[in-house]
């Protein structure tokens, strides 16, 4: 019955039901072991976030937040933590970038007009403003329609 009022509450919510499922099935696949990156690089101790971009054609690149150098616990907890500050990211855990950044590069210019599903409840400025400018049409998060 709950799905029911969901899938009819809003136009993109049969979309958004759809993607979110998909998101499910893409997580499954991650910590099953398919991860694109070397096994050098590590998961980030704070919040491992997946993003997966369907460019028109169907073809999907899939980004993640790993790091060069993963820490046994996050550097920006205590004091040190500031929202949107991820500066300690980069410096000490050698992160390349949010999974948002890193399946966009993947992309490339098939971004343009693709569909992002970014396994996380929200999608920072930085990034919203960076798949904004590549053309993604929709951002669906775990949570909801984003852009």
Known sequence: MKEQILKQSHPFSQEWWRLNQQIAHLSRELKEGEQLNSSKRGPCAKKSIVCTIIAEDGEQFTGENSCDNPQASCPRVGEL???????????????????????????????????????????????????????????????????
């Open 81 to 147: 933590y500031k929202r949107d500050d991820f500066t300690l990211c980069r410096s000490i855990c050698q992160q390349s970038g949010h999974a948002e950044v890193m399946a966009l590069k993947a992309a490339g210019p098939k971004a343009k007009g693709a569909i992002a599903i970014v396994e996380h409840h929200r999608v920072c400025d930085d990034c919203r403003q960076k798949l904004q400018e590549a053309g993604i049409k929709a951002v669906f998060t775990s949570t909801r329609l984003e852009l």
